[in-house]
């Protein structure tokens, strides 16, 4: 009997297993296609249209960096989607992603657009747009420069940076000013009332 590969019935369950697990291999490699932002994280991705200095501030685990770090994706790679309404570049650019130290660049800016340590690809820019990564001197598993292949031709560059947490945004937006960078995003701590502590992203394209 011929077997019927779109009827799940007849496919061997190991073969189902392997499908699977292609299938959902493919997805983590490319989550910036898949990317829904909320609406919150669309006004802020939206306001890059007029602004060239946006904040989302919010609590924790809220998506902000993720935010930032889905829009930086797309820049660096020149995949937007259908429904993007903000800032566009149609050629590579050199950005920065901040953080106010190098261990909270490794574990969240650079998590968010890579992926996990040994599992490159699987966050904010494909896998099949990583160039090359080159890493830091310092801290273990750090990435120094991230270059990413623009869709129209030629290769984007992030450079990961440790700001410090009183620098934020004046320090990124100095340095995009004097380095000539295109495009900068900075992560770090707000200390509110009573203790409460908020995260902020903060974008400047």
Not at 85 to 105: L, Q, T
Not at 116 to 123: L, R
Request: with cysteine; hydrophobic share 35%.
């Amino acid at each position: 009997m011929e077997m019927d590969l779109n009827n799940p019935t007849q496919l061997e369950p190991e073969r189902i297993k392997a499908v699977l697990a292609a299938l959902e291999a493919e997805a983590s490699e490319d989550r910036l296609s898949s990317y829904k932002p909320t609406p919150k994280q669309l006004e802020f991705h939206r306001a890059g249209a007029d602004h060239r200095e946006r904040l989302l501030c919010a609590g924790n685990q809220t998506g902000k960096t993720t935010a930032a770090a889905m829009e930086l994706a797309m820049h660096c790679t020149g995949l937007y989607p259908d429904w993007w309404k903000g800032r566009r570049f149609d050629r590579p650019i050199n950005a920065w992603a901040c953080g106010e130290s190098s261990e909270m660049v490794r574990s969240a800016v650079q998590r968010l657009l890579l992926g996990d340590a040994g599992s490159h690809g699987t966050g904010a820019i494909p896998k099949s747009a990583l160039v090359d990564i080159v890493p830091s001197r310092g801290l273990a598993e750090l990435a120094d420069i991230i270059r990413i292949r623009h869709a129209g031709g030629g290769t984007s560059t992030i450079g990961l940076k440790s700001a410090g947490r009183r620098a934020g945004r004046e320090h990124l937006r100095r340095g995009i000013d004097q380095n000539e960078r295109d495009a900068g995003a900075v992560d770090n701590d707000v200390h509110a009332d009573q203790g409460h502590v908020e995260r902020r992203e903060a974008l400047l394209t």
